[in-house]
């Protein structure tokens, strides 16, 4: 997506460790108007896609999916990271945070992940895919199919990408970052 590429260009930040900084447009303070049009090139690549519900983990996640949400006219369920005490029927499952380097458990309620559901996943950054992965558990542990997953950006430079396609996961990525050594942002044209 040509937008976005100009504006991680512009504005996108390398850090240590191979993380890139979208902070002021994605990550802390939002483009709404950019975040509107990533949600509309996901649906457009996800026509004829048979999808009931769109799904996210809180709380990067959480913006983009509820444009995509607002776009097909669908639900928007966000995986949570903290336990609620008054969650009914709660799926849950282990997922290591890239970012934070540590693990943390994350759940969802069956009542909104149900048997019946084919979900298209939606987050911001896919790294080693460990959130997407915790997805595909959930998602399994309810019977639930994910027909999809979309990522505003992809790090190939780590396997998450690799992974998921590996399992047959229909994924797409509008921005693929092919490397961020030496502190430059390299985006695949
Ligand atoms: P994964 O689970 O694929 O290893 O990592 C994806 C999650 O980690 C995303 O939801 C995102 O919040 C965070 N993340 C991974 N890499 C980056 C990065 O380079 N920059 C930012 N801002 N977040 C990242």
Redesign the pocket.
């Known amino acids: 997506m040509e937008l976005l590429k100009r504006r991680i260009e512009q504005d996108g930040k390398c850090y240590e460790g191979?993380?890139?900084?979208?902070d002021s447009f994605i990550?802390h303070q939002m483009d709404p108007r950019l975040m509107y049009k990533i949600a509309e090139e996901f649906v457009k690549r996800f026509d004829g896609v048979q999808i009931n519900k769109v799904v996210t983990?809180e709380a990067?996640?959480i913006a983009p999916a509820i444009l995509v949400g607002y776009v097909m006219n669908l639900p928007v369920v966000f995986v949570k990271k903290k336990q609620p005490k008054t969650m009914e029927n709660m799926l849950s499952t282990t997922?290591h945070?890239?970012?934070k380097d540590r693990d943390y458990t994350v759940c969802i309620s069956n009542n909104f992940l149900q048997a019946d559901d084919h979900i298209l996943f939606i987050?911001?950054?896919?790294?080693?895919?460990?959130?997407?992965l915790g997805m595909i558990d959930l998602a399994e542990q309810a019977g639930a199919t994910i027909a999809g997953m979309g990522f505003i950006i992809e790090?190939a430079f780590?396997d998450?990408g690799k992974k998921l396609r590996e399992k047959g996961v229909r994924v797409e990525s509008l921005a693929i970052i092919d490397d961020l050594s030496d502190c430059k942002i390299v985006i695949r044209q």
């Open positions: 191979g993380i890139l900084k979208v990550n983990i990067s996640g997922v945070s890239f970012t987050d911001d950054f896919l790294a080693y895919g460990n959130a997407a790090k780590q998450g």
